[in-house]
C-alpha cells in the first residue's frame, strides 16, 4: 500500500505541475497578442461514448463543451447516439471532411479507426484522446485515469475487506478494450495474489448481460465472496442480482467510475465501494492540450495518467456534496 500511496503522491504533483504550466501558457499567449486582432476561432470536435447511455459519459461531454467554452473554442459534438464503433468512426471522418482543426475521442472501441487517423494527420488535424488509450501513431495525446494502477487499489481494498477466501466475479466489458482489460488485470493481479480464484466475464459494458451473468455465476458458484464491476453501472446490476438471491449480506459488491448512483448506494449501505474517476479533470486537461497542439506549442505532459480515488462508506458525504 505504500507503494501505491507514493504513486499517488507523484502523480497528483504532476497534474499540478500540468495545470499550472498550461496556465502560464495561456497567459502569455494572451499578453502577446493583446492589441492584436482577434485570431480566428479554433474548431474541434468531439466524439465520445453515447452520454445517453451512462452517467460518466453525459458528464465528459458537459465537461469538454464547458472547457471549450471558456477558451473561446468552436466545439462541435459528433458523439453517436448508440455505442457503435462504426459509427464512431464515420464521425470521425466527418469532422474530417468539415476541416475541423482537432478532433478528442473517447473511444467506444479503441481498435476502430483505421485509416482515418492517419487521414487526419495527413491533413493537419491533430487527434487526441480522453478516458481511452488509442494505439496509434497519430493520436498526439491522452488524457485518463491509470485504470491499470487504480484497479490495483481496488483489488487491495477488496482483499482487505474480504476475511473470508473464495471467488471473485469481475464483471467486465468488452474484451480487447484498453480500459476495460486494465480495470480487469489490476484486480485480478492482486486477487490472485492473496489467494483468491478470479472468474471473469466478459459483459460488453451491457448493465443488462451483467445481471444476467452475476445471476448465472451465482447459481453456478455459491461460494462466490465479492462481485466488481469494471463499470458502476455493471457493479449496480451486478448488486441487483445479488440481492435478488438473497445475498447482500455475504457478498460485497464494488464499482469503478464514482458516478452519482454508485454513491447513493454506498451511502444506503448496499454498494461496498466505488473508484472515482476524475472526468471533470481529464476533459479540462484534454481540451487545453488540444488546443496547445493546434496553436503549434508544446504541452508539458502528453499521456497524463490520472489516479482514481476509492470511495466507501467513510469518505462518501463529502464526494455526495460535490
Known amino acids: 500500500m505504500k507503494e501505491v500511496l507514493k504513486m499517488f503522491l507523484k502523480r497528483f504533483l504532476l497534474i499540478l505541475l500540468v495545470l499550472l504550466f498550461i ?3 495561456a497567459f502569455g499567449a494572451g499578453e502577446k497578442e493583446a492589441g492584436k486582432a482577434a485570431p480566428e476561432k479554433i474548431t474541434i470536435a468531439y466524439t465520445g461514448y453515447p452520454g445517453g447511455l451512462t452517467a460518466y459519459w453525459a458528464q465528459m461531454a458537459k465537461y469538454i463543451k464547458e472547457e471549450a467554452k471558456a477558451l473561446g473554442v468552436k466545439l462541435i459534438d459528433l458523439s453517436p447516439t448508440t455505442a457503435d464503433a462504426n459509427l464512431q468512426k464515420q464521425s470521425v471522418d466527418n469532422a474530417i471532411d468539415m476541416g475541423v482543426d482537432g478532433i478528442i475521442i473517447g473511444a467506444i472501441d479503441n481498435r476502430a479507426f483505421g485509416e482515418s487517423l492517419k487521414r487526419a494527420a495527413s491533413k493537419g488535424i491533430i487527434v487526441t484522446a480522453v478516458d481511452t488509450a488509442i494505439d496509434d501513431p497519430n493520436v498526439s495525446a491522452l488524457a485518463q ?62 448493465d443488462k448481460k451483467a ?32 440481492k435478488e438471491k438473497g445475498r447482500l449480506g455475504d457478498i460485497k459488491v464494488y464499482g469503478f467510475d464514482g458516478l452519482p448512483a454508485a454513491l447513493k448506494s454506498i451511502k444506503d449501505g448496499e454498494l461496498t465501494a466505488t473508484v472515482k474517476q476524475d472526468n471533470k479533470q481529464m476533459a479540462h486537461v484534454i481540451m487545453k ?19 482514481g480515488v476509492i470511495i466507501d462508506k467513510s469518505n462518501v458525504d463529502q464526494y455526495l456534496e460535490e
Open 145 to 206: 485515469t491509470d485504470n491499470l494502477a487504480s484497479a490495483r487499489l481496488m483489488g487491495q481494498y477488496i482483499v482487505d475487506h474480504t476475511p473470508k477466501k473464495g471467488k471473485v466475479l469481475i464483471l467486465g466489458g468488452t474484451l480487447g478494450h484498453q480500459t476495460g482489460d486494465a480495470r480487469r488485470d489490476g484486480v485480478k493481479q492482486v486477487l490472485e495474489a492473496n489467494g483468491f480464484e478470479v472468474i471473469f466475464r466478459a459483459c460488453d459494458w451491457d
Open 23 to 25: 496556465s502560464c501558457l
Open 211 to 242: 445481471y444476467e451473468t452475476t445471476i448465472n455465476e451465482l447459481d453456478a458458484n455459491p461460494d462466490i465472496v465479492a462481485v466488481f464491476g469494471c463499470w458502476d453501472p455493471g457493479a449496480l446490476a451486478g448488486l441487483a442480482a445479488v
Open 289 to 307: 492540450t488540444t488546443v496547445l497542439l493546434i496553436k503549434g506549442q508544446e504541452p508539458p505532459v502528453k499521456r497524463l495518467l490520472i489516479m
